[in-house]
T-cell receptor, first 114, second 111 residues
Framework: AQSVTQLGSHVSVSEGALVLLRCNYS??????LFWYVQYPNQGLQLLLK??????LVKGINGFEAEFKKSETSFHLTKPSAHMSDAAEYFCAAGDGGATNKLIFGTGTLLAVQP | DVKVTQSSRYLVKRTGEKVFLECVQD?????MFWYRQDPGLGLRLIYF???????EKGDIPEGYSVSREKKERFSLILESASTNQTSMYLCASSYPGYGYTFGSGTRLTVV
């Protein structure tokens, strides 16, 4: 069964520092991969998605993620953190099939210190 | 933009009550999903539906049922609410192969 692992349930960075949120997936076939962001008391919002086109995917708010098949990873990065980036981030994987079920990681809460 | 609307942001119900959580999407998506979100556990799939009147159990269906009589509406039913069903409930919809669009969530407290 497919699974998604997010390393680090809490990550804290200083404003202006690099953001790196880690995601590894377990799948026998290259999956569809997604990153979502959730602000307090809101639903999840799509940041970016990988669907087997380019391995480096650019998303909204300056975030990007790189698909590395050899490492089964899809880490999320942003060169310079902003206070408004403080939120919870979820990685998800799906097989792209008709039912389009996604498996979510347990989330990483990003804190940005001034 | 696709909109997914959940009828209530906050709900407080008593143990044993039958609870209905409603979700409506406006983009003719075939697939709709109900997840619950708990701290440290991420999102867990309760039920999903890939067509009208079609439904499948997710990972944690016990204590829940669903209804999809129209394509745009997917309802989650707690047959007899219990305190361990206190949680954030998230509805989502999608086309096959695309990311989900989520509603704003319903925070349910069962007392």
């Amino acid at each position: 069964a497919q699974s998604v692992t997010q390393l680090g349930s809490h990550v804290s960075v200083s404003e202006g520092a690099l953001v790196l949120l880690r995601c590894n997936y377990s799948s026998s076939v290259p999956p569809y991969l997604f990153w979502y962001v959730q602000y307090p008391n809101q639903g999840l919002q799509l940041l970016l998605k990988y669907t087997s086109a380019a391995t480096l995917v650019k998303g909204i708010n300056g975030f990007e993620a790189e698909f590395k098949k050899s490492e089964t990873s899809f880490h999320l990065t942003k060169p310079s953190a902003h206070m408004s980036d403080a939120a919870e981030y979820f990685c998800a994987a799906g097989d792209g099939g008709a039912t389009n079920k996604l498996i979510f990681g347990t989330g990483t809460l990003l804190a940005v210190q001034p | 933009d696709v909109k997914v609307t959940q009828s209530s942001r906050y709900l407080v119900k008593r143990t044993g009550e039958k609870v209905f959580l409603e979700c409506v999407q406006d983009m003719d998506h075939e697939n709709m999903f109900w997840y619950r979100q708990d701290p440290g556990l991420g999102l867990r799939l309760i039920y999903f539906s890939y067509d009208v009147k079609m439904k499948e159990k997710g990972d944690i269906p016990e204590g829940y049922s669903v209804s999809r009589e129209k394509k745009e509406r997917f309802s989650l039913i707690l047959e007899s609410a219990s305190t361990n069903q206190t949680s954030m409930y998230l509805c989502a919809s999608s086309y096959p192969g695309y990311g989900y669009t989520f509603g704003s969530g319903t925070r349910l407290t069962v007392v």
